[in-house]
């Protein structure tokens, strides 16, 4: 099994900039494909972001893209997300999710393992 724990949220100012980490531990993540979701009061859990096991391909939401970033340290079973430009609509609890496959999925089901998650808050 995988334990995730993600961290780096709280609140921010529009504009400004939140760096979430996602630790894992129980078992390597090497292999695996990462993804960041978010889900904000009301709404479904929406795909934010995926990495490939060797982080050479990355996919992103057209929401998010060329303002958040994702990246992996292998050597530190950890995943990052980047976010930069923050919105108000931002605003939501993103957790990170591991899945034993090759390619980066954007549906929740496909994922194996999930995060407690961590808080994002952006004022206007």
């Known amino acids: 099994q995988v334990q995730l724990v993600e961290s780096g949220g709280g609140l921010v100012q529009a504009g400004g900039s939140l760096r979430l980490s996602c630790a894992a531990s129980?078992?390597?993540?090497?292999?695996?494909?990462m993804g960041w979701f978010r889900q904000a009061p009301g709404k479904e859990r929406e795909f934010v972001a995926g990495?490939?096991?060797?982080?050479?391909?990355?996919y992103y939401a057209d929401s998010v893209k060329g303002r958040f970033t994702i990246s992996r340290d292998n050597t530190k079973n950890t995943v990052y997300l980047q976010m930069n430009s923050l919105k108000p609509e931002d605003a939501a609890v993103y957790y990170c999710a591991s899945r034993n496959g090759a390619y980066i999925a954007q549906r929740i089901s496909e994922y194996d393992y999930w995060g407690q998650g961590t808080q994002v808050t952006v004022s206007s």
């Open positions: 129980g078992r390597t993540i090497s292999r695996y494909t």
């Open positions: 990495i490939s096991w060797s982080g050479g391909n990355t």
